[in-house]
Each structure stands twice: as structure tokens, then as C-alpha cells.
T-cell receptor, first 114, second 112 residues
Framework: EAGVAQSPRYKIIEKRQSVAFWCNPI?????LYWYQQILGQGPKLLIQ????????DSQLPKDRFSAERLKGVDSTLKIQPAKLEDSAVYLC????????????FGEGSRLTVL | AQSVSQHNHHVILSEAASLELGCNYS??????LFWYVQYPGQHLQLLLK??????LVKGIKGFEAEFIKSKFSFNLRKPSVQWSDTAEYFC??????????FGKGTRLSVIA
């Protein structure tokens, strides 16, 4: 079974530039999450999708971050404009269902903002 | 709001030593508890989880965790660690269908 795919693995940009990350979840997984993991901290939820609807985006900085899930499958996370404090690993995860369902994580996209 | 505290930032053990990593959560209701592990260069993966029933949960690779409701704790244990257990360990909690809330993680280094 293919895992959660993310790209790019690494991205270096300057502040005020924009960046986009892509995630392809495990086939059939209805729930998709984007987490932000800053160095030395645990993953922090940015947004949760159930199929193509947003379930929770309360911690998404909406002035600069946006995310969408096309047709309930792939998802993109965009940052525009980036700030220095956005340097982090952006993790995508999927699960069959929310709640008690196991989350399967991708390898993450490491963003460095200079 | 739920939160998770992991007491140890970095633990260094010799091979064959016993391991216990602390995890406390703050939430008054029914919770689901998880331990995830991230080996060097790999993605986060599930070690074990607790939803209900026997508070002693056994996971992969000889790990276990005990849910003590009165202490709001879900400590991870392994009787004898191996070099291959070197990784970062994350405790996480949710309730119902809420998203997982993670602790800051504990880095485990196992030396020969």
C-alpha cells in the first residue's frame, strides 16, 4: 500500500515570497490533516479536511496560509507571503476516519525562510 | 483545550537499559491516547494507542504504555532498549473526533 506522498521535500525561500506544498493521501482515506512542526516542538494542527470540506482550521493563520483539498483527494497548502517564523516541517497525514483512526504521516516538507 | 506534556526532552540510555518516557495530558473528559515514533530520516508512525478497556496497552517492537486516569498519564515503557530504538517519541491525545494534539516529543539516544 502506497503511503502519504508529499512534495517538495525541501524548500528554501526568502521572506515575503510564496510557497506551496502538495500532499497525496493514502487511497480511500477521507480525512486529511496538515500539521506544522517547528524545530524542537511537536506537530501542531493547521487544518483538517473531511473529504473536501474543512472540519477544523482554527489554528491556520488565514492572513497568509491557505489550503484546499481538490475533489476530496490531493491537497495543497500555500503560504503567501512567508515569514521567518514559518520555517518548519509541514506534515501531511491521512486517516480512514477522524477520531480514533490511526493517522498515517508523510515524510514532510521542510521549509526554510531566509 | 487539550494539552500534552512530555517531561523529558532528551534521554540517553545504554543498550539493555529499561525505558520509561513520561506523558501527562490535560483534559477532563474521555480521551484517546497515542504514542508515535519518528526514526531518523523517517516519517512519524504509530507505536500504540489506547481507546478503552485494559489500561495496559502493548504496541510494536516490545513497547507498552499504561493509562492511569487518576494521574492523567500515559507513560511509555520498554524493559530493554536496543540501539535501533534511537528515535523521537511523541505522545498525543484527542477526544471523540477532535484532531490529535501532540506533546513536544522526547528524543531517545541509545548507546552501545
Amino acid at each position: 500500500e502506497a503511503g502519504v506522498a508529499q512534495s517538495p521535500r525541501y524548500k528554501i525561500i526568502e521572506k515575503r515570497q510564496s510557497v506551496a506544498f502538495w500532499c497525496n493521501p493514502i487511497s480511500g482515506h477521507a480525512t486529511l490533516y496538515w500539521y506544522q512542526q517547528i524545530l524542537g516542538q511537536g506537530p501542531k494542527l493547521l487544518i483538517q479536511f473531511q473529504n473536501n470540506g474543512v472540519v477544523d482550521d482554527s489554528q491556520l493563520p488565514k492572513d497568509r496560509f491557505s489550503a484546499e483539498r481538490l475533489k476530496g483527494v490531493d491537497s495543497t497548502l500555500k503560504i503567501q507571503p512567508a515569514k521567518l517564523e514559518d520555517s518548519a516541517v509541514y506534515l501531511c497525514a491521512s486517516s480512514l476516519t477522524g477520531g480514533t483512526g490511526e493517522l498515517f504521516f508523510g515524510e514532510g516538507s521542510r521549509l526554510t525562510v531566509l | 483545550a487539550q494539552s500534552v506534556s512530555q517531561h523529558n526532552h532528551h534521554v540517553i540510555l545504554s543498550e539493555a537499559a529499561s525505558l520509561e518516557l513520561g506523558c501527562n495530558y490535560s483534559y477532563g473528559g474521555t480521551v484517546n491516547l497515542f504514542w508515535y515514533v519518528q526514526y531518523p530520516g523517517q516519517h512519524l508512525q504509530l507505536l500504540l494507542k489506547y481507546f478503552s478497556g485494559d489500561p495496559l496497552v502493548k504496541g510494536i517492537k516490545g513497547f507498552e504504555a499504561e493509562f492511569i486516569k487518576s494521574k492523567f498519564s500515559f507513560n511509555l515503557r520498554k524493559p530493554s532498549v536496543q540501539w535501533s530504538d534511537t528515535a523521537e517519541y511523541f505522545c498525543a491525545v484527542n477526544s471523540g473526533n477532535t484532531p490529535l494534539v501532540f506533546g513536544k516529543g522526547t528524543r531517545l539516544s541509545v548507546i552501545a
